[in-house]
């Protein structure tokens, strides 16, 4: 079974930063895609940033290019999303996701909440 389990959301204050974990149980970590999204209050769940699991690729949507750097560490099977100048458009509860077998895989989200 793949178990996400997200981390370090919480209140943050404009321009502050915030750094999210994902914890993934898999036994070839590195070999997967991991995937952050966001799901803001009345609009739909959005694609922020992930990591591509053939290559370590790092792609980032428009909006937090610049702001936020995701990275792997893969000795502890979990994946980091760094978010610095946040505004609060950002606010959001934060996924992170993988895909295996056709199958998608969901963590149970963390509250990122940034005031103006």
């Known amino acids: 079974e793949v178990r996400l389990v997200e981390s370090g959301g919480g209140l943050v204050q404009a321009g502050g930063s915030l750094r999210l974990s994902c914890a993934v149980s898999v036994f070839t970590f590195e070999d997967y895609a991991i995937g952050w999204f966001r799901e803001a209050p009345g609009k739909e769940r959005e694609g922020v940033s992930c990591?591509?699991?053939?290559?370590?690729?790092?792609y980032y949507a428009d909006s937090v290019k610049g702001r936020f750097t995701l990275s792997s560490d893969n000795a502890k099977n979990t994946v980091y999303l760094q978010m610095n100048s946040l505004e609060p458009e950002d606010t959001a509860v934060y996924y992170c996701n993988t895909v295996l077998l056709g199958a998608a895989y969901w963590g149970q989200g963390t509250q990122v909440t940034v005031s103006s």
């Open positions: 990591i591509s699991g053939s290559d370590g690729s790092v």
